[in-house]
């Protein structure tokens, strides 16, 4: 009885410690946004926060946009679950920088004013090109939401101590899911939409550190528990896996080998080519990630900026080993599913273990849980912020302002149809997001990498490199791209005909592949090229002016 009481006890202590730190993390960036909206004046302060911050400034803030919930959640989560193919997720998110530095950062923040289509539509007829790159922006960026909701809803729901069969003030786990995805929403619109770039930058910095802060802490207790032997850590994760030694080799989730049956190892192998690419080149497509070059006043403080990047979310990624196996081996696979189907709830759960074993009881693990969740919360508050504010940006500076207005548009009326369009492009994700509970936030991050890699790289790498390139390419590249990998995934296993679909209880897929970028980024390309060879259209005066900006930043803004 006495040891029910305590459980209880230590329940309550974590639940009204977690709801303080996180409100305390809310009011402190909510201040952050107050005191930027003073500072906002302009579009360029709202958009590129007046390019005013240094390399080091604008790095940390890449790192806090990129290492998502995805990063923290969903890969720590799908190692627990699958070991060494889980561990894919941390390689391929981060050779995609060397893609982004060596072939996009430095060109774009030379060539561009505020979003992508600044560069597709310098050379070419504006209204199609920058129709197509607003379509494609909010595309990638609902996709990416997703993932960020989703984690959300599962971190909230274990933070309360709900489990299926339990409620919380009258509400069962799905409806507290759904209460936080809605909050979540809310507060995004609110940073985005009051504190424009220069807020959202200072929120992303502030988590980068709490992250990296985090996430480090986590990994010293992992290695100080087993006396920072790796070698008995790895042991330990594969017994408590219940997978054994597959655990610690590949196989286990992709490129499965299923005897007698070739055709499904064959898929299962492709599905495995296709999310490393699809991984590798989408961070470069990402729009979200785009606009950050534009912040910085220089083309070296760009480059100086991903370096930064590199080297914060390179750390990072490493720790994720600690944190997945150290969660497979303390918490074990079963608990970790019992808690949250996908895994996504893995790094919490093996904070509050943690907790326990180091700070005492069932308060240390209070305590600990709590201020891990508040981090993952601040993770995921400045990655939706970063995301809403690009599509916003684009449906208002590349559609509004030089499609509807035809150029026409006043700074001021450009401004607010991008804070109206953040409220709608945050209530779709909030819809969205509450079908796609099922899914591991890192798998649906890595279709948002896919859907990035097919529409928008294509366009931008013809843009910069082919002279021949014209209007007809870029708009055949970019919907081409995109319409071949949201088909895909639409009729995959990730959307229906399987128990982790959106609609397990639905089946129309034909497509056997989890992963589109296979198919739909080489399609990109070629509709690209082939868009450009069938049309006459060429200018080479204007290419060859582009190539000056972008290699020299001479006019640039």
């Known amino acids: ?4 009481l305590a459980a209880e006890a230590g329940s309550t202590t974590a639940r ?3 709801i303080t730190l996180f409100l305390v993390f809310v009011a402190i960036t909510l201040a952050i946004t107050v005191w930027a909206s003073r500072q906002t004046k302009t579009a360029t302060d709202f958009y590129a926060g007046g390019r005013s911050f240094s390399g080091f400034q604008n790095g940390m803030a890449i ?9 923290f959640l969903g890969i720590a989560g799908i190692i627990a679950l699958y070991g060494y193919d889980g561990f894919l997720y941390s390689i391929g998110f981060l050779v995609a920088w ?3 530095l060596l072939l996009v950062a430095e060109l774009l923040r030379n060539s561009g004013r505020y979003t992508m289509a600044d560069v597709l539509a310098f050379r070419m007829r ?14 990638v960026s609902i996709f990416y939401l997703l993932a960020q909701m989703v984690g959300a809803g599962a971190l909230v729901a274990l933070l ?5 069969g339990t409620t919380f003030l009258g509400m069962d786990a799905d409806t507290a899911k759904v209460a936080t995805i809605i909050m979540v929403g809310a507060l995004m619109i609110i940073y985005v939409t009051v504190g424009g770039m220069k807020g959202t930058t200072y929120v992303q910095i502030v988590k980068a550190f709490l992250l990296m802060g985090g996430a480090l802490a986590m990994t010293l207790l992992v290695l100080a528990k087993y006396k920072f032997n790796l070698s008995s850590l790895l042991g330990d994760a594969a017994s408590a896996s219940g997978k054994g030694a597959a655990f610690l080799e590949p196989g286990l989730r992709y490129g499965v080998e299923t005897p007698g049956d070739a055709l499904k190892t064959f898929y299962s192998k492709m599905d495995l080519l296709s999310l490393g690419i699809a991984l590798v080149l989408g961070t470069a497509g990402l729009p979200h990630i785009l606009i950050r070059f534009y912040t910085v006043p220089t083309a070296r403080a760009a480059r100086k900026s991903v370096l930064w990047a590199i080297g914060i979310i390179g750390t990072f990624y490493l720790l994720t080993l600690a944190l997945g196996f150290g969660a497979a081996a303390i918490v074990g696979g079963s608990e970790i599913t019992a808690q949250d189907k996908a895994g996504n709830t893995a790094a919490p759960q093996l904070a509050e273990k943690l907790g326990e074993q180091f700070l005492g009881g069932d308060l240390g693990g209070a305590t600990l849980l709590a201020i891990i969740a508040a981090v993952a919360f601040a993770t995921i508050l400045a990655v939706v912020a ?12 590349d559609f509004y302002a030089n499609v509807v207005k035809n150029g026409q548009a006043s700074e001021r009326q450009e401004v607010t149809v991008a804070r109206i369009s953040a409220l709608v492009i945050g209530a779709v994700s909030i819809v969205l997001s509450i079908y796609a509970q099922n899914l591991n936030v890192a798998f649906l991050v890595a279709l948002a990498f896919a859907v990035a890699a097919s529409g928008n790289l294509p366009a931008i790498l013809y843009s910069l490199f082919w002279k021949r390139f014209n209007t007809s390419g870029a708009v055949w590249a970019i919907y081409g791209g995109l319409l071949a990998a949201v088909v895909l995934v639409f009729f995959s296993p990730v959307v229906s005909g399987a128990p982790t679909a959106m609609f397990p209880d639905h089946d129309w897929q034909w497509f056997p592949l989890s992963n589109p970028g296979i198919i739909s980024i080489p399609f990109g390309f070629l509709c690209g090229w082939l868009g450009t060879i069938l049309s006459k259209e060429s200018d080479e005066e204007k290419y060859a002016e582009l190539e000056v900006r972008s290699l020299t930043g001479a006019g640039a803004h």
């Open 386 to 397: 970063g995301l809403t504010l690009a599509s916003s940006s684009s449906l208002a500076h």
């Open 160 to 164: 309360l101590g709900i489990k299926p």
């Open 98 to 100: 060397l893609v982004a």
């Open 1 to 4: 009885m006495n040891t029910v």
């Open 126 to 139: 504006q209204r199609p090109v920058r129709t197509a790159a607003a379509v494609s922006t909010i595309t």
């Open 63 to 71: 790192g806090g946009d990129y290492m998502s919930a995805a990063s």
């Open 16 to 18: 009204n410690l977690t």
